[in-house]
């Protein structure tokens, strides 16, 4: 049975707000239904909906501000919100699921802010929560990449979701490559959207135009030859505002500059990627990542390209040949050989692309 939790209530925290950092008050969330449709509202409008000062709604803006919420105030206009916000909605994800989807989800949240949704769903697998727990942020205080990196997540712009998926069979062995299968999702999701200039960077960057698009981090636990556990983050890109985007350091692009719009539905987006992802998941223990070496081949955005790859303190350079059967990445150093390597972190030039 399937049990969905909307966390934009303050009324009820006790379950669903165990990991959570940063509260919005109820006169914020107020104030940004009031703001979403990206027009101009008067301080005095805002002030008698709210039943407060003038005052008090510069006050709980500013809270907002905090929050990666920009705005705009203009003498005789009022404010604005710096882009139009669509708050995402259990229902209307939930319709737009299918219904095998639906039946393979537990349990299904969306919270105003977490520290990481991959850090909340971790400490529930370890209580044993059923697989198909599926969560997602607003905002995170503290979103995490791969090696330790903060993934800047600025309040309700962008996708934050974290899924925890139980495998029965071959143990730990079993999830290698998910990551690689999960992109496939993704792009996959991303097209059924119209988005194609997108592509894939081993072993789990989502890529458009040589930027980083999106990322998937997967924590794993459990048994070598038993039951293990899965817990897949992705964070995508939709509009990141210039202001959060300061301590990046790489190369880095959003949807709405790969599509020139801003009319994506984070809703509509949110539940396509959920379906894909699922689909994939459900069976991996199954067919694994053979099953999907052809098509994450077809979206390869390193293969030819000059690199380096990291492994600690050693760095390997030469040319990416792509990935082997089992989802290795092949480099082909200056002596000829090629190497297959399990782990790294790849940097190219992404200009060249």
């Not at 209530?9 to 104030?31: E, G, H, M, P």
């Not at 996959?188 to 040589?210: C, F, M, T």
Request: proline residues 1%.
């Amino acid at each position: 049975m399937l049990t969905i939790k909307q966390n934009h209530d303050s009324a009820n925290l006790t379950f669903c707000y165990r990991a959570l950092t940063v509260q919005l008050s109820d006169k914020q969330k107020k104030i940004l239904m009031l703001l979403a449709d990206g027009q101009f509202h008067s301080g005095t409008e805002l002030a008698v909906a709210l039943d407060v000062s003038r005052s008090a709604i510069c006050k709980q803006l500013k809270g907002l501000s905090e929050l990666g919420i920009q705005h705009s105030a203009v003498s005789g206009k009022g404010y604005r919100l710096d882009y139009p916000l669509e708050l995402l909605d259990l229902t209307c994800i939930n319709r737009l699921l299918s219904k095998d989807h639906q039946s393979l989800i537990s349990t299904l949240e969306i919270h105003d802010s977490l520290n990481s949704t991959n850090s909340y769903l971790v400490d529930y697998a370890q209580q044993q929560a059923a697989s198909g727990f599926v969560c997602f942020a607003e905002h995170q205080s503290a979103g995490k990449g791969r090696r330790g990196r903060t993934w800047v997540s600025p309040y309700g712009s962008n996708l934050y979701m974290s899924i925890l998926w139980r495998f029965q069979q071959g143990g730990i062995a079993a999830t290698a490559g998910l990551s690689l299968a999960v992109g496939v999702a993704v792009i996959r999701a991303l097209k059924q959207h119209h988005i194609h200039e997108v592509s894939l960077k081993w072993p789990n960057d989502i890529y458009s135009q040589g930027k980083k698009l999106g990322g998937i981090l997967i924590e794993v636990s459990g048994e070598t030859d038993g039951p293990c556990s899965a817990v897949i983050g992705l964070g995508l890109n939709l509009f990141l505002p210039a202001s959060e985007t300061q301590t990046i350091d790489q190369a880095w692009t959003d949807l709405t500059k790969v599509t020139g719009t801003v009319t994506l539905s984070r809703n509509q987006l949110a539940a396509t990627l959920l379906n894909h992802i699922i689909d994939i998941v459900n069976g991996f223990e199954t067919v694994g990542i053979q099953a999907y070496l052809d098509e994450w081949r077809s979206y390869d955005c390193l293969k030819g390209q000059a690199a380096t790859l990291y492994i600690g303190q050693q760095q390997i350079e030469g040319i990416v040949e792509g990935i082997d059967d089992n989802g290795l990445i092949l480099i082909k150093q200056a002596d000829g050989a090629i190497q297959a390597f399990a782990s790294g972190e790849v940097s190219f030039n992404s200009t060249n692309l």
